[in-house]
């Protein structure tokens, strides 16, 4: 289901939706992005996740030109906490595939990793089968034979 798609002035845009069958949102960003725009696509983010509460995101990248969001500062001090803080736990991320990195492959200075999860990806299929092992419930019992396993 289309949430919102946002067109920028650089001929770039950042569609979300939600995926109701996969249960989580999806963030398809191509063209050209200044950092504004990537602010605006982030902030857009923000604003729509609230009403479907979902800890998951698929942020894909891979039809980007161009350099990408300089401001990782901007991501940790803004974002993240506030993506946190409405029940974001795992984002699928999914590089630019004319570069193969971008600005996230960078640390991120907030200690992020007791409360969200990021995983790079460089393909859709990757990240969306990853988002999906994170949905299945862990098995206690198949937890505790693998601490016994353990030397």
Request: charged share 15%; net charge negative.
């Amino acid at each position: 289901m289309l949430l919102n798609s946002l067109s920028f002035r650089t001929g770039g845009q950042c569609t979300l939706s939600l995926e109701q069958t996969d249960g989580w949102l999806r963030a398809v960003w191509s063209g050209y992005i200044t950092s504004d725009d990537a602010m605006s696509g982030a902030m857009d983010y923000l604003a729509q996740v609230g009403p479907f509460h979902t800890l998951y995101l698929l942020n894909d990248n891979t039809n980007l030109r161009g350099p990408w969001f300089d401001s990782i500062e901007w991501l940790d001090r803004v974002w993240l906490p506030q993506a946190v803080q409405l029940g974001l736990r795992y984002i699928a991320h999914v590089v630019q595939a004319d570069t193969h990195s971008d600005i996230l492959t960078l640390t991120c200075s907030v200690p992020i990793t007791n409360v969200l999860e990021l995983q790079l990806f460089d393909d859709v299929a990757s990240a969306q089968e990853w988002l999906r092992a994170c949905q299945r419930p862990i098995n206690p019992l198949a937890r505790l034979s693998q601490a016994v396993r353990k030397p």
